[in-house]
């Protein structure tokens, strides 16, 4: 069992920058590829970026790719999301997810199906 807890969503300014974290507990973080989705009011959640156990490997949706950096501690059970130039639109509810199966492929880190354990979200509102 992994239990995941995120934090740092807040009220930011389009153009401005939060750090999300996710903080796991319970079974050896480091053995699961990590990975952050987004679900915007009246809409499907949708898959943000990943990570493969190592941090060697990152994956981003077009979307955010070149604004938002996903990196992991495995010394601290953390895995993070940097975002920059936020925009009205990145507006969502951001939860992390973990994957073990070991596959580190598009699909896999992509569909909502194949991760094992899901935080509760946290809240991230960029204003216009």
């Known amino acids: 069992q992994v239990q995941l807890v995120e934090s740092g969503g807040g009220l930011v300014q389009a153009g401005g920058s939060l750090r999300l974290s996710c903080a796991a507990s319970g079974r050896t973080f480091s053995s699961y590829a990590m990975g952050w989705f987004r679900q915007a009011p009246g809409k499907e959640r949708e898959f943000v970026a990943a990570?493969?156990?190592?941090?060697?490997?990152?994956y981003y949706a077009d979307s955010v790719k070149g604004r938002f950096t996903i990196s992991r501690d495995n010394a601290k059970n953390t895995v993070y999301l940097q975002m920059n130039s936020l925009k009205p639109e990145d507006t969502a509810v951001y939860s992390c997810a973990a994957e073990g199966s070991g596959l580190f492929s598009i699909a896999t880190m992509t569909s909502q199906a194949g991760y094992d354990y899901w935080g509760q979200g946290t809240q991230v509102t960029v204003s216009s």
């Open positions: 990570i493969n156990w190592s941090g060697s490997m990152t």
